[in-house]
């Protein structure tokens, strides 16, 4: 069964997706969802990253959440965002070991099973890589595209192009590429320095003739903020590293909007 899981009080789906581990795809998905918030959105965050759930800690939520009897599951709410992670039900520390058939089954319970509307936009932190797990929520849920989170590198940026290729056979439309870790500008002396090189991630979407999206610093605020569960976007709103995720959000949303439901544009918050 390939037909995606009707999901009608949800406006726009954005997977956040990531060729490889460790190059900020989860806390570029926190930030965007903040972002949306900030911008008056009803917003949803979903962790689908089975084998590494960062969501609770980044947007300093835990606990089980409940379903009254016989209703759907409710997410829990962190700053003004409905939140659902794998990681609420395991645990963030415990290896997930789980063959193909469960991991989709609990996806698809993911989307399907939880209370998650109505919303503006689901913002979904996929796993890394182009396994069974992106595949079964590229075809299942009702994605309205996807967003590619690279480093600047060559080695990040070939397994950015895997992940861009696996969308494109399975009909998901790219809505763009993000350059984490972009440059980093010292906060003693401010020189820049370009530490994972810099630019490769614009390059690469004129390559592959997707947009670009925009570039994110590496920065030790984005860090802190996100392991002390108040992204950035939320907890420092004016720095310019949370203007930087405000303006890819802004952009994302201009992507979307008009093509949803062909009325709503840029800037303008979606009546469901
Ligand atoms: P992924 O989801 O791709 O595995 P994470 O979002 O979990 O990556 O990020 C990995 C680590 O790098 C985390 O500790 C996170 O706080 C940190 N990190 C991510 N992006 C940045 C950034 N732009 N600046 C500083 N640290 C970052």
Redesign the pocket.
Known sequence: MNTPVPMPGVHALIAVA?G???????????NLAAAFAARGRRVGLLDA?IY?P?IPR?MGIGGTPMAADGDRIQPLVSHGIACMSIGFVVGEADPVVWRGPLVARTLEQLLAEVDWGPLDVLVI?LP?GTGDAQLTLAQRAPLSGAVI?STPQDIALAAARKGLHMFEKVDVPVLGLIE???Y?ICPHCGARTDIFAHGGAKREAERLGVPFLGE????????????AGTPIVIAEPESP?AQAFLSIADGLWAGIAPEQDGKAGPGERVQL
């Open positions: 990531s490889k581990g460790g190059v900020g795809k989860s806390t570029v998905a926190a990253d590494g960062s980044m932190d890394p989170v984490n870790m972009s980093f994110i610093p590496l920065d030790v605020r984005i860090r802190e903020t996100s392991d590293q």
